[in-house]
């Protein structure tokens, strides 16, 4: 099997914790700005992190604002992320999330 099949097949198995993944986090509304909002987000994201990594965050406060940083152990990957959104608090009241075919919406999501 190619490695990209095995690739495909990889993430088609888990597709489904990765949709519900995506729910939490749309869940966690994160409005530029919104300290406490984003430190909940910031949280969960940490959590997340550590899991797969192996290790915790280092946390920088910046300006009141949380930021995570997983420092490189080799140089073989960089991801470089903001979870800030552009929508105000409780645009999910309005938009819940919901996914549709293949297709995820939700405030913070593609469309």
Do not use: K, N
Not at 22 to 41: H, M, N, Q, T
Not at 85 to 94: D, G, K, L, M, R
């Amino acid at each position: 099997m190619s490695r990209h099949l095995a690739m495909r097949r990889a993430a088609q198995s888990g597709a489904d914790a990765m949709v519900e993944r995506l729910r939490e986090l749309v869940s966690y509304e994160s409005p530029p700005g919104d300290r406490r909002r984003l430190a909940a987000c910031a949280e969960l994201l940490a959590g997340w992190g550590e899991a797969v990594l192996g290790r915790p965050p280092r946390r920088i406060v910046h300006d009141g604002l949380p930021h995570l940083l997983w420092p490189a152990t080799d140089q073989t990957v960089l991801l470089l992320a903001h979870f800030d959104t552009v929508w105000p608090a409780h645009t999910i009241e309005s938009w819940p999330f919901q996914v549709t075919g293949a297709v995820a919406t939700g405030p913070g999501s593609a469309t």
